[in-house]
């Protein structure tokens, strides 16, 4: 399955912790795209063991993550507006 994650962590006290600890699991898991945002294949059990480690760092009252699903990668057309990170051209 396809996947995006996007997530938006609170700059509080904790949330430069959370935050590093959120990008080193999901960088894991997915390709870095651009700041909060990840993209790759993951099976289900996949997303589960990733939901689970991540859910030892998100803060329910102050952060929020997001996982779009899709059957496959040739489902989605990505356009880039402005600079486009060479890196990720070759996921979509």
Do not use: C, P
């Amino acid at each position: 399955m396809y996947v995006i994650l996007v997530y938006d962590i609170a700059k509080d006290e904790d949330g430069a912790k959370a935050w590093r600890r959120i990008y080193s699991i999901s960088k894991q898991y997915l390709h870095h795209v651009q700041n909060s945002v990840f993209e790759g294949e993951l099976t289900e059990s996949g997303i589960v063991k990733l939901r689970a480690e991540l859910k030892q760092w998100i803060r329910d009252d102050l952060d929020s993550v997001l996982l779009f699903k899709s059957s496959g990668s040739r489902w989605l057309k990505k356009e880039v507006w402005g600079k486009e990170d060479k890196a990720t051209s070759n996921f979509l």
